[in-house]
């Protein structure tokens, strides 16, 4: 497979059966197993909509790879960010800021990114 001009699968919305409903304002959208003994979605009805499968997954060479074709490495620090940028290895990785960075940190750690030519995707200083 070509990985450059590979496109991850797409999938149809995984909703949770009487999520929408009024009087069940309780359950959340977010995707869990159906495990009653009469749920229709355990069953597989085809009415009761898609259930996450081993088929819907991407291929190995497409896991963790982002819509550029790139994959992310998080760094938490300056150390970690120069032993990326000396590594010939990552030259295809976009760099990716821990969350737990100081404005100050990141700034620096942005700033020696773009010195070097590496994409941080969440290099975005509030």
Known sequence: MNIVNAKKKT?????VP???????SR???SWRKQ??????????KAFAGAEPTIGYG???QLKGMRANGRKTVV????????EVIENPDMTDYDVTLASALSR???????KLAEKNKLRVTNGGVR
């Open 11 to 15: 999938h149809p919305k995984f909703n």
């Open 18 to 24: 009487n999520q929408g409903a009024v009087n069940r």
């Open 27 to 29: 359950v959340k959208d």
């Open 35 to 44: 495990r009653g003994i009469d749920n229709k979605k355990r069953v597989k």
């Open 58 to 60: 991407n291929p190995e």
């Open 75 to 82: 760094v938490q620090n300056v150390q970690q960010l120069k």
């Open 104 to 110: 100050r940190k990141r700034i620096e750690m942005v």
